[in-house]
């Protein structure tokens, strides 16, 4: 039996059974089975080492954010605009983290940002829409954000929270499309806009 053949291996002394009786016999093996299977419980975990182990997979996040960082420095260059460092980094962190939150395209999230806001934070809308991502106040409100919404960290997530709703319901196109429009979509121009700054923060992974 494993549980036997285990305590012998583990340098158990089996009890020996002459003389007792059937009851008695019975009892010491059942307590030998016991103690088997108590070894073997307590022994370490096998290993299967099949060789090297594999390669971690590459971070899609990492790997996107030189191409957002370079696409928001330039577009600020462009705008003749400025962020901080420090706040070119965290708006750049929030696209990554609530992109990969919402499962978005961090592209498609920069390219949303830089045309709803030109990639300023304290940007508002005559509409009432505020900071990057442009979010009406009354649609984050029964949003669980960590901060207010005109934080750079809530309001990306926010903005990625509706987009991805968006095209959950509707489809990138006009998920896209109704981000800008509502439930009114009137014609493709801002769907373009959007698909073109999207296509020059993915050519600025390949710089």
């Keep these: 039996?494993?549980?036997?053949?285990?305590?012998?291996?583990?340098g158990?002394?089996?009890y020996r059974t002459d003389g007792m009786?059937?009851?008695s016999r019975r009892?010491?093996?059942?307590?030998?089975?016991?103690?088997g299977v108590l070894l073997v419980v307590d022994a370490p975990p096998a290993r299967f080492d099949h060789g090297a182990p594999p390669s971690p997979a590459p971070n899609g996040l990492d790997a996107a954010r030189p191409a957002v960082t370079s696409a928001l420095v330039d577009h600020?260059?462009?705008?003749?605009?400025s962020l901080s460092r420090e706040e070119q980094q965290r708006v750049v962190e929030a696209v990554l983290r609530s992109s990969d939150r919402y499962g978005l395209d961090p592209f498609l999230v920069t390219a949303v940002l830089l045309v709803e806001s030109d990639a300023r934070p304290w940007a508002e809308s005559g509409a009432?829409?505020?900071g990057l991502m442009q979010v009406m106040p009354y649609m984050a409100?029964?949003?669980p954000l960590a901060g207010n919404l005109a934080t750079i960290e809530s309001n990306v997530e926010a903005g990625c929270f509706i987009l991805a709703d968006n095209i959950r319901r509707l489809g990138e196109a006009r998920?896209?499309?109704?981000?800008?429009?509502?439930?009114?979509?009137?014609?493709?121009?801002?769907?373009?806009?959007?698909?073109r700054a999207r296509a020059r923060v993915r050519a600025a992974s390949a710089s």
């Design 1 to 10: 039996m494993a549980g036997h053949h285990g305590a012998r291996r583990a």
């Design 12 to 14: 158990v002394t089996a």
């Design 21 to 23: 009786s059937g009851r």
């Design 27 to 35: 009892l010491a093996t059942w307590a030998l089975l016991a103690l």
């Design 76 to 81: 600020l260059r462009e705008r003749r605009s």
């Design 128 to 130: 009432g829409a505020i």
């Design 141 to 143: 409100e029964k949003l």
């Design 175 to 195: 998920g896209i499309s109704s981000y800008f429009w509502g439930r009114q979509i009137r014609g493709v121009a801002y769907l373009e806009k959007v698909q």
